[in-house]
């Protein structure tokens, strides 16, 4: 069959290898991709949020599969627009419909979904610029650090942590007064929870699910977790703590009610569930829901996968998760992203990159923010590059993906070299 992806980055250059390498594809399309991609099918110059463009060109390729990579065009509709519409309604979507995406389109509408469903997150309430006074008042009763979240699409970078009263005040003022546009018209304030993150990801048909490699991701740009948060500076996969006792619980407390409160609400479902998580002394609470896969985790939860991914992604589609055994690599995968000099803030773009003559072995350098300009290769964004690696243990992975690393060459480029070593008190419990 004939598959588009839609995306542009990582994640995409990580599924796009991955489907690339099934036995059921024809021909790979992906809009509008990057030069990673352009090594596995064909990329293709469409708008991820023109519609009517993506239909055209599905029609007219005979595309047999949708597969969205990013969240915006879900939370703005694109599989709504594809069933809706009697000319491609026969073409199947991976991601949820727009009342799905809310799960991530709005924390407000997540937030009440997990209070509903009794799953375990943070106590919150919700708050808009009519009610500031409420919200300091609400600030006043919770103990510091404080968290506040931006309602809507943020770019991964709409939440904030603060651990001054006063501080926090402050940014709830910036939020409203429109610090992430339309996305912050109506923050969300939440209790801190004292833990460790991960990530677990889950794929859905709207009854049965199968559960994908979970991972644990770097989201602030300097060592040490300090700085500004970023879309993500490396992950790792598997999790050290995350325990068959812990994953018991994620499933069972976490994973089943998601699941089924969608079905009780009416919600249809088909797509990737990412499950952001607290480790709270041992049970896990949801920070979050994302309707796609992370990124950078998918850069190590893809090569974790023996399955092949456009089979599974057609059980999705065909409503039979249910029958679905996936085939998991035990080994660890580790990435490394490099980034131009100045994110998450202010950088230059255009810098042209050098390669690696020779990659280590079982690595795979992703690309993430890169462009073809006078026939070379150059930087396009802040996230260049996701060095993933493959290890018999996290350690093993780690020197690969350092090495691939520091082979890439342009000016100003940084990445954090304290990936995963959080983690190593957890190696040999």
């Known amino acids: 069959m004939n598959v588009l992806l839609i995306g542009s980055g990582g994640r995409e250059n990580a599924l796009a290898l991955k ?25 293709v110059n469409l708008n991820p949020l023109n519609f009517d463009e993506i239909k055209n060109f599905c029609l007219e390729k005979e595309i047999g ?19 809706t519409d009697s000319k491609v309604s026969h073409i199947p979507v991976i991601g949820p419909q727009q009342r799905g995406a809310m799960l991530e389109g709005s924390k407000d509408f997540a937030k009440a979904f997990m209070s509903k469903h009794g799953i375990l997150t943070a106590r919150y309430a919700t708050f808009t610029h009519d009610s500031f006074e409420e919200a300091t008042t609400f600030l006043k009763e919770m103990e510091p650090p404080y968290v506040l979240k931006a309602d809507g699409l943020a770019a991964g970078k709409g939440v904030v942590i603060l651990n001054s009263y006063d501080e926090a005040c402050q940014t709830l003022q910036e939020f409203f007064a429109g610090k992430f546009g339309e996305a912050s018209q109506k923050v969300v304030i939440e209790e801190y929870l004292c ?67 969608l079905k009780a609400d009416g919600i249809p479902y088909k797509g990737f569930i990412f499950i952001g998580l607290m480790n709270v002394n041992g049970n896990p609470y949801v920070i979050e829901y994302n309707v796609r896969m992370g990124d950078p985790e998918t850069e190590v939860v893809m090569p ?20 679905y055994k996936i085939d998991i690599n035990p080994n660890t995968a580790t990435t490394v992203i490099v980034v131009s000099g100045g994110y998450p803030g202010t950088y230059e773009k255009g810098k042209e990159i050098t390669l ?74």
Do not use: W
Request: glycine share 10%; charged share 25%; hydrophobic share 35%.
């Open 19 to 43: 489907i690339s390498q099934s036995k059921l594809l024809n021909k790979l399309f992906i809009a509008p991709g990057n030069p990673g991609t352009s090594e596995l099918g064909e990329n």
């Open 65 to 83: 599969l949708l597969v969205v990579g990013p969240e915006e065009p879900l939370v703005k509709g694109l599989h709504d627009a594809f069933i």
């Open 195 to 261: 833990g460790i993150e991960l990530s677990v990801f889950v794929l859905t048909d709207g009854n049965s699910y199968v559960v994908l490699p979970e991972a644990k991701d770097y989201k602030r740009i300097g060592e040490g977790d300090t700085g500004p948060n970023t879309g993500g500076m490396g992950a790792v996969s598997p999790v050290p703590f995350a325990s068959a006792e812990f994953m018991e619980k994620v499933e069972n407390r976490i994973i089943k009610p998601t699941v089924s409160g």
């Open 304 to 323: 974790r996968i023996k399955s092949d991914l456009l089979e599974m992604l057609m059980a999705c589609a065909n409503e039979n998760l249910s029958n």
């Open 356 to 429: 690696p003559n020779n990659l280590p072995e079982n690595s795979i350098l992703y690309h993430a923010g890169t462009a073809i300009r006078d026939n070379k290769l150059v930087t396009s964004g802040g996230r260049v590059f996701a060095c993933t690696a493959l290890g018999a243990n996290m350690d093993e992975a780690l020197k690969k993906s350092y090495e691939l690393a520091e082979g890439v060459g342009f000016d100003k480029k940084y990445f954090r070299r304290d990936i995963g070593k959080d983690l190593k008190l957890y190696q040999n419990r």
